[in-house]
């Protein structure tokens, strides 16, 4: 038997007093207690066991598209090795009863140091995706970075959110107006913030998607925030309108049909009226030719600020130098991501990039660190190490596999325990007491003495 998923204890009465256990003790109350009754967590508390059974719940496709990456796939070990060389130094007898896990970021507090990365096309892995995703974060006060290549459209999340703290991720198309009218649409649904993506002006060599011919943009999968815009759309009109645009026939296979009928089921619209119209097809040319910019530059990026009148930051900087230039391009803050491990192959750690951007930046510039973040101890390690949020982005996703919505939220709020206790565990009160003085490096951290 298994047990209803739970959600994050209230983070107003999580942290401050003796009478409330914190995050980490609520949760491992309510799992034991219902352990009593025999009943196991629905969504598993460790990763490797969260990633199995996620990939026996998730189709060939889909697993080959979350949880691949570039190449040999070396940046992505390397993303861990990072974290497995940096080891915690507990301290004893703090006298601490509970943590303050909140942290402010563009004027908002939040709960605690996390936030949920961007991921497109996620409906691969479960119908409105991103609806879920967005209900999820929402039950725990983690802000939702929502993907441009998302599912649904960003009104859509938002309203499913309420008042819950999201995030907006722009990819810049190579169409300036379409920039400017999703920017406008994430001021509109409520987004704190804008997170522009550098890393991604191309596609990387992701292998395991190109072994099975899967890219799910061409079955209309993850173009949700482009089919709903009145620019792209425009967009779209003239270029059906335009007989010098025509495509040529498609053969026919039993493939072509499949992908077909799923461009007219996620096209908006009737699926008949879809399967007679050439727009759908249209739609998915157009997002190929013009969802991002392989000629992006700096100069282009400092035009951000005249766009839009929300904070930004630019996501992918493991580079010191390529941090100044942001700062000069007009960022309000910085993820330091290397996209997961799926854009360069063999390419540094995001985590062993974050000390020299730290530096480069200085302290007042806020910084996210994105990429191989899979337990609490992880996102110590990253505060420790001067990131002042962590994004999380796969093991969320295993979550919405395996459970939908509460499955993303269970995943969370055992993320929020195992931090929760972490810090306890090592003597740290707050966020800010988490500093490099905690950790110690070298090729068997895990076994070395205090620095």
């Known amino acids: 038997m298994t047990t209803e998923s739970t959600s994050l204890p209230d ?100 709960p605690t140091p996390l936030l949920l990365a961007p991921i497109g096309a996620a409906a ?38 309420g008042d819950a703290p999201r995030w907006f991720q722009l990819y810049w198309s190579t169409d300036d107006a379409l920039v400017d009218s999703l920017l406008r649409r994430a001021e509109a649904s409520g987004a704190d913030a804008v997170v522009v993506t550098l890393d991604t002006t191309m596609l990387g060599w992701r292998p395991q998607d190109l072994n099975l011919g899967s890219l ?100 992918g900087i493991v580079h010191p130098d390529d941090a100044r230039r942001a700062v000069e391009a007009g960022a309000d803050g910085i993820v330091v991501s290397n996209h997961g491990g799926r854009q360069v192959d063999g390419a540094i750690a995001s985590l062993d990039a974050l000390p020299a951007v730290r530096a480069a930046v200085g302290e007042g510039m806020p910084l996210v660190l994105d990429s191989g973040v899979r337990s609490g101890a992880d996102v110590v390690k990253a505060l420790a190490l001067g990131a002042d949020a962590v994004a999380i982005g796969r093991p969320y996703m295993y979550g919405l596999a395996l459970a939908g919505g509460a499955g993303v939220r269970d995943v969370v709020a055992n993320l929020v325990a195992e931090l929760d206790l972490t810090m306890g565990l090592i003597g740290a009160e707050t966020v800010d007491d988490l500093t490099p003085e905690i950790l110690t490096t070298g090729p068997a951290a895990g076994t070395s003495g205090p620095p």
Request: proline letters at 7%; charged letters at 20%; aromatic letters at 6%.
């Open 11 to 110: 983070p107003a009465t999580a942290t401050g007093s003796a009478a409330a256990p914190g995050p980490g003790r609520a949760r491992q109350s309510l799992i034991y207690r219902a352990g009593v009754l025999g009943r196991a967590p629905q969504v598993p508390t460790d990763f490797a066991t969260l990633e199995t059974r996620a990939r026996a719940a998730m189709s060939a496709r889909a697993w080959a598209y979350v949880a691949g990456g570039a190449g040999s796939g070396a940046t992505m070990r390397a993303n861990r090795a990072a974290f497995e060389r940096h080891a915690l130094v507990p301290r004893m007898a703090s006298g601490h009863v509970s943590r303050d896990l909140s942290v402010e970021l563009f004027g908002r507090r939040l």
């Open 124 to 161: 691969m892995v479960r119908a409105d995706s991103d609806v879920h995703i967005g209900r999820g974060a929402a039950a725990t006060g983690v802000p939702y970075i929502l993907s441009n290549q998302g599912c649904s459209p960003m009104e859509d999340v938002a309203a499913a959110m």
């Open 216 to 315: 799910p943009f061409s079955q209309g999968i993850g173009i949700a925030q482009y089919t709903s815009d009145p620019r792209f759309r425009e967009i779209v009109r003239e270029r059906t309108a335009d007989p010098g645009r025509a495509k040529g026939d498609v053969e026919v296979t039993l493939g072509a049909i499949r992908t077909m009928l799923s461009i007219s089921r996620e096209h908006p619209g009737s699926l008949r009226d879809n399967l007679r119209s050439p727009e759908p097809r249209a739609a998915v040319e157009t997002f190929l030719d013009i969802y991002s910019n392989p000629g992006l530059d700096w100069e282009t990026l400092a035009t951000i600020k005249s766009r839009t009148s929300l904070p930004v930051l630019f996501k």
